[in-house]
């Protein structure tokens, strides 16, 4: 292993990180229909948890309105259910051919508390981050000890995990401002 393939590691790890932390953040409600909400759904379907959109496809019929439309109609009383329990705050009606889940405007308490959900994520991924880094010298050190590469070698490997990291986590700290800026000017 050489001081490119630590490195190299690191940044695909982060990128994993922001990718996720991506996914996460498209499931926190921002006020406007968003199929992506649903993403986390699971329906309890012949006694198995399925995702959502695999049972149904879900559409924005307007900025407000999201419809949900099975494609076995049996289990509509079943998805109505999951998507009422799902604690998203959303209230699905049922008339028999869709579902329509209208998203109600957010309240300032709400957005308050979709912001601390932001944070909390975002806190994680830069966690996430730090442990990559930490794993990632730790290698570097032990490369040293084994004589794989010289003190400079290692002094240099160090300062790009550091420079690395610190990438990561302002890309972390960039997207989670986005998100509470949309979410407060909703």
Request: net charge negative.
């Amino acid at each position: 292993m050489s001081l490119d393939d630590v490195n190299m590691s690191l940044e695909e790890r982060g990128e994993k990180t922001l990718a996720n932390l991506k996914r996460e953040f498209s499931r926190v409600r921002t006020g406007r229909a968003n199929p992506s909400i649903l993403d986390g759904v699971r329906v309890d379907y012949y006694n198995v948890p399925t995702p959502l959109n695999q049972l149904a496809s879900i559409n924005v019929a307007d900025a407000r309105m999201l419809v949900v439309a099975p494609f076995d109609k049996g289990a509509m009383g079943l998805i109505e259910k999951a998507i009422a329990s799902a604690d998203l705050g959303l209230n699905p009606s049922n008339d028999g051919h869709f579902i329509r889940i209208p998203i109600p405007a957010l309240t300032e308490e709400r957005r308050k508390d979709l912001v601390k959900q932001v944070k909390k994520m975002a806190e994680e991924a830069r966690i996430a981050v730090r442990n990559s880094r930490r794993n990632a010298n730790d290698e570097i050190k032990k490369m040293l000890k084994d004589k794989e590469i010289t003190e400079d070698e290692q002094h240099k490997g160090l300062d790009d995990t550091q420079k690395a990291t610190d990438d990561l986590i302002k890309k972390i700290d960039d997207m989670a401002g986005e998100k509470e800026k949309d979410i407060m000017d909703v």
